[in-house]
T-cell receptor
């Protein structure tokens, strides 16, 4: 069962912040975040593991609430290069090699 | 360092034809997988492999076969192409770290397949 991402699409002006949410009905062990630009392959952003870990990379960070089976991706001071579709992928166990991806959130950053 | 290489990049098939999508990685990753991506549907797992000689079905396996004879290669075969298999196909590889959690997936550039 696919995790649910929200919002489906968002338009930002440069410098604005955004939050993308990913919710699952299953108990999660890991959450992956990827960004895909049009016509390209998905590119890895970060992994979060069970334990409420929060990670950051430059101005992009994420959190994982294992009790709520939710993860959120935070983009601060957005840049034009942040435009693309963001996918979360969820894993249900430490030994699970299967990732189930959400349908994606399309982020457009305009000048 | 090529990473994950997929061929061909584009393909048009007639209904009923068969073909093989190639995927090769040079990172010695044990885990490889195939996804299809359709508009508004995200990435859906077709088949995956946790090592040479070991494969398993994902979410949408019908109409596809895979094999893994070497660590490097993981071809995807379409047995009898149907218009519903028109999609963009991505191959990915990754490896597991201590504790069994596998790491980031490295994706190939994709194969855009059209079945007419």
């Amino acid at each position: 069962q696919q995790p649910v991402q929200s919002p489906q699409a968002v338009i930002l002006r440069e410098g604005e912040d955004a939050v993308i949410n990913c919710s699952s009905s299953k108990a999660l062990y890991s959450v992956h975040w990827y960004r895909q630009k049009h016509g390209e392959a998905p590119v890895f952003l970060m992994i979060l593991l069970k334990g409420g870990e929060q990670k950051g990379h430059d101005k992009i960070s994420a959190s994982f609430n294992e009790k709520k089976q939710q993860s959120s991706l935070y983009l601060t001071a957005s840049q034009l290069s942040y435009s693309g579709t963001y996918f979360c992928g969820t894993g249900v166990g430490a030994g699970s090699y299967q990732l189930t991806f959400g349908k994606g959130t399309k982020l457009s950053v305009i000048p | 360092n090529a990473g994950v290489t997929q061929t061909p990049k584009f393909q048009v098939l007639k209904t009923g034809q068969s073909m093989t999508l190639q995927c090769a990685q040079d990172m010695n990753h044990e885990y490889m997988s195939w996804y299809r991506q359709d508009p508004g549907m995200g990435l859906r797992l077709i088949h995956y492999s946790v090592g040479a000689g070991i494969t398993d079905q994902g979410e949408v396996p019908n109409g596809y076969n895979v094999s893994r004879s070497t660590t490097e290669d993981f071809p995807l075969r379409l047995l009898s192409a149907a218009p519903s298999q028109t999609s963009v196909y991505f191959c990915a590889s990754s490896y597991s770290r201590a504790g069994g959690v596998f790491t980031e997936a490295f994706f190939g550039q994709g194969t855009r397949l059209t079945v007419v």
